[in-house]
């Protein structure tokens, strides 16, 4: 695979709750194949970029012998998957000219004094995330920060994860004619039809 300059995208807790293992990392981390780390479908995958990158720390840290550090897991997350898609001249990196599409983080209750940045972002929680930013758009964030990025201008509706307020340009980022809320009920009304519900926002407590 390295020397076809092809990587692939692991997800490790699909993997495993699907198979009872997981791709072999630790041969493509000895033979330089780029490896990008990503959830699988929502049946068994993670809810989110954020848990994947959890589960895999978590993982990565029960091996007798760790494979990966907490900064090569967020590269797996961030420039690796960059550079599968060959738009890392664009995104997967905080650089002049690049999109801006920025993940804050205000980690509550993790931060530790022997601990470095990247393991914060592989052990935060979706509540933590205090700012999302697409093509340096705030989209998702803590109240006070998108009320003093956005504006008046913006409409911005209120949503609850893991017991913390969060606010989200819903409307805006999407073009739509429906609110966050309204789209939320008609999902919920198509998914009855099939006798199947809506999955929460975020798994909290996982």
Not at 8 to 31: C, D, H, I, M
Request: proline share 3%.
């Amino acid at each position: 695979m390295a020397k076809a300059n092809v990587g692939f995208v692991w997800s490790p807790r699909s993997n495993l709750e699907l198979y009872g293992q997981t791709a072999n990392v630790e041969a493509a981390k000895n033979n330089s194949v780029i490896i990008a780390l990503a959830p699988d479908w929502s049946t068994t995958g993670s809810d989110g970029l954020l848990a994947e990158l959890n589960f895999a720390a978590t993982w990565n840290a029960g091996l007798e012998h760790p494979l990966f550090d907490d900064r090569t897991l967020v590269q797996m997350a961030t420039t690796n998957a960059a550079k599968l898609v060959h738009l890392d001249k664009q995104l997967g990196s905080l650089q002049e000219g690049f999109l801006a599409d920025v993940l804050v983080l205000n980690p509550t209750q993790l931060v530790q004094s022997n601990k470095d940045a990247y393991w914060t972002i592989t052990h935060s929680t979706p509540e933590e995330v205090a700012l999302v930013m697409v093509g340096g758009k705030p989209v998702y964030g803590d109240p006070t920060i998108m009320k003093q990025l956005t504006g008046m201008t913006t409409t911005l509706e209120s949503i609850e994860i893991c017991g913390v307020q969060k606010s989200i340009s819903f409307v805006e980022e999407f073009g739509g004619k429906h609110t966050f809320h309204e789209t939320e009920t008609m999902l919920r009304a198509a998914l009855r039809h099939w006798s199947r519900t809506l999955a929460s926002l975020s798994d909290c407590g996982t």
